[in-house]
């Protein structure tokens, strides 16, 4: 019941951008994008509400497609902090918030 | 002030002991959850609360018990731990179903 993300693992030179893409099978409302340093907690990054929206939160971005029932996360020109664990979140039920199994981002010098 | 606030912040204890976690927000929230994180740091959902009641109870073994006593606090105790149950157990909250969600800084449990 969980949405499915790919890749599971992304290496990136300090500048250079990723694409963080999240799945689902069941139809979707909206899309939650959390990314999680390690030792910490997830942070709220954005949330995507309509079908073919884009949202943006400095330089990352994300695109909905409820059609497809897929969302993608673009991060460019990477920095040493965008590294850290990518979560896509998607409500299946009333107070029911799923996710995926993660995206780990680094971001090398 | 800590948005959501969870203690302790790290339990090692042997197994078959009970514990407890607690978890206070201070958001005015009334959607309240419960995640496990696993070291693959798959986070699965365990329970979630709103306005007191249980909505999501997700095939956690039942000597996994949560207790709200009111909507700002969600406390959860474990009877009998096992092995498995080593974990970093976050707890979080949102404003509505489908809200952004505000997590505590997490409580890691070793059982030994």
């Known amino acids: 019941q969980q949405p499915v993300q790919s890749p599971q693992a992304v290496i990136l030179r300090e500048g250079e951008d990723a694409v963080i893409n999240c799945s689902s099978s069941k139809a979707l409302y909206s899309v939650h994008w959390y990314r999680q340093k390690h030792g910490e907690a997830p942070v709220f990054l954005m949330i995507l509400l309509k079908g073919g929206e884009q949202k943006g939160h400095e330089k990352i971005s994300a695109s909905f497609n409820e059609k497809k029932q897929q969302s993608s996360l673009y991060l460019t020109a990477s920095q040493l902090s965008y590294s850290g664990t990518y979560f896509c979140?998607?409500?299946?039920?009333?107070?029911?918030?799923?996710f995926g199994a993660g995206t780990r981002l680094t971001v090398k010098p | 002030d800590t948005a959501v606030s969870q203690t302790p912040k790290y339990l090692v204890t042997q197994m078959g002991n009970d514990k407890s976690i607690k978890c206070e927000q201070n958001?005015?929230?009334?959607?309240m959850y419960w995640y496990k994180q696993d070291s693959k740091k798959f986070l699965k959902i365990m329970f979630s609360y709103n306005n007191k009641e249980l909505i999501i109870n997700e095939t956690v073994p039942n000597r996994f018990s949560p207790k709200s006593p009111d909507k700002a606090h969600l406390n959860l105790h474990i009877n009998s731990l096992e092995l498995g149950d080593s974990a970093v157990y976050f707890c979080a909250s949102s404003r509505r179903s489908g809200g952004e969600l505000f997590f505590g800084e997490g409580s890691r449990l070793t059982v030994l």
């Open positions: 979140g998607t409500e299946i039920g009333n107070n029911d918030m799923r």
């Open positions: 958001l005015g929230h009334d959607t």
